[in-house]
């Protein structure tokens, strides 16, 4: 009477896509762990103390990623060649502030005008700055442009009145390792899948029935001579009334809850040997090398 509408609860449960997202979770979670361990391994290696770069074009240099941390006594010979084959602008600068101005050749001065210094501007001994360049004299007129070189590839001699086996104090470069640092690596544990879903369905359902009968009759007579002739009839009536009303309701409320914990995890042990295999190494050869 009230017609087949009922849900499949049933069905209603198994179209939740538990399957995809299990699979989703367990993809986005491998994914994130790449990146987790791709940057452990990029925080390790700026921690060695060499950086990997990369431009454009696949071309692989190295930076060197180590700290200034204390001082070191450097004969003043073997601070000069370490400037001249070092690309480093910051340890070339402090070896020229160790060395002291009037020591080495050229000597550094920033050009004040603002056009491209010329070769005429130039004296024998010194070298000009102009705009993040190191502009030297070179073989052309005294009116041509002076030849631009980067910092890093800027080089020095020393002068001949200055004793090469004298020390100077230079800033010391040690890597986070050295200093007792170690990259920290993260792992997910204890992923949580939890599927909530509640179904509510209602169906009320009402008949109302009622009926009413009406009887009508009626007679006549007729005379015919000497006695009547009477007749007679009657109608009966039926009123049906009938009522009907259905309610219907259905609600389904689903929710989901996804989730992971990251937790850090000890380096691996290898690490940890490979390091301080990498540490001794480092100082016999600073041994070896005084």
Same mark, same amino acid.
Not at 28 to 40: C, F, G, P, R, T
Not at 186 to 193: G, K, R
């Given at each position: ?5 009922? @849900? ?34 990029? #925080? ?7 950086? !990997?770069? !990369? ?36 340890? +070339?600068?402090?070896? %020229? ?6 020591? &080495? ?23 000009? !700055?102009?705009?993040?360049?190191? &502009? ?22 020393? +002068? ?10 230079? @800033? %010391? %470069? ?9 990259? !920290? ?25 009622? %009926? ?17 002739? +009477? ?31 990251? #937790?850090?995890? @000890?380096? @691996? ?22």
């Amino acid at each position: 009477m009230f017609g087949n509408r009922r @849900p499949r609860i049933g069905q209603e449960l198994l179209d939740v896509p538990m399957g995809d997202m299990i699979r989703q979770m367990a993809f986005a979670i491998a994914e994130a762990q790449i990146q987790l361990d791709q940057n452990s391994i990029d #925080v390790a290696e700026m921690m060695g103390g060499l950086r !990997t770069i !990369t431009d454009d074009l696949g071309n692989v240099t190295f930076e060197d990623s180590r700290v200034f941390f204390g001082n070191e006594l450097v004969q003043i010979n073997t601070a000069i060649a370490l400037h001249n084959s070092s690309e480093d602008v910051l340890l +070339k600068n402090e070896i %020229r502030k160790a060395l002291g101005e009037g020591n &080495y050749t050229p000597n550094l001065e920033v050009h004040t005008d603002q056009e491209i210094p010329k070769n005429e501007d130039i004296s024998t001994d010194e070298a000009l !700055t102009y705009n993040g360049m190191i &502009y030297i004299k070179n073989e052309g007129g005294t009116s041509d442009p002076a030849t631009a070189i980067s910092f890093a590839s800027f080089q020095i001699a020393l +002068k001949g009145s200055i004793n090469p086996s004298n020390e100077i104090s230079l @800033p %010391r %470069r040690i890597s986070m390792m050295e200093l007792g640092f170690t990259p !920290t690596f993260y792992q997910f544990v204890d992923t949580i899948i939890e599927v909530k879903i509640s179904i509510k369905y209602t169906q009320e359902g009402e008949i109302g029935y009622s %009926r009413t009968t009406n009887n009508r009759s009626s007679s006549a007579s007729l005379g015919i001579g000497f006695g009547r002739i +009477k007749g007679g009839r009657s109608v009966q009536t039926s009123q049906v009334n009938a009522t009907y009303s259905q309610k219907y309701s259905y609600s389904a409320e689903g929710s989901s809850l996804l989730r992971t914990k990251l #937790v850090p995890i @000890p380096p @691996p042990a290898v690490l940890e040997q490979r390091i301080q295999m990498m540490l001794e190494q480092e100082i016999i050869d600073q041994e070896n090398s005084n």
